[in-house]
Nanobody, 119 residues
Framework: QVQLVESGGGLVQAGGSLRLSCAAS????????MGWYRQAPGKQRDLVAD???????NYADSVKGRFTISRDNAKNTVYLQMNSLKPEDTAVYYC?????????????WGKGTLVTVSS
């Protein structure tokens, strides 16, 4: 199993910045990609950004140019640098990891961290 622990959420004014971190522990060797999803009240959970073990990244259109995902494989940690935040970025942000154990695909989730952007 893999455990994911997020940190770095909080309250920020529009235009400000936050950096989220997600530390993985457990069977980290099995992890291929890691990423961030978010879920606003009353809405579905959507992909924000993800990154493969090789460093390839993918972003939602709504955050391109404002958010940057990065990964420190030595620390088993993924980061999300969020700049130029907007009120519509307000959501619970969840860390995600995908891997393969014994030939079976596995998906793991953190408990989430709340990001609130005030106007």
């Amino acid at each position: 199993q893999v455990q994911l622990v997020e940190s770095g959420g909080g309250l920020v004014q529009a235009g400000g910045s936050l950096r989220l971190s997600c530390a993985a522990s457990g069977l980290v060797f099995s992890i291929n990609s890691m990423g961030w999803y978010r879920q606003a009240p009353g809405k579905q959970r959507d992909l924000v950004a993800d990154i493969t073990s090789g460093g390839s990244t993918n972003y939602a259109d709504s955050v391109k140019g404002r958010f940057t995902i990065s990964r420190d494989n030595a620390k088993n940690t993924v980061y999300l640098q969020m700049n130029s935040l907007k009120p519509e970025d307000t959501a619970v942000y969840y860390c995600n990891a995908n891997g393969v154990i014994s030939g079976y695909a596995r998906t793991y989730w953190g408990k989430g961290t709340l990001v609130t952007v005030s106007s």
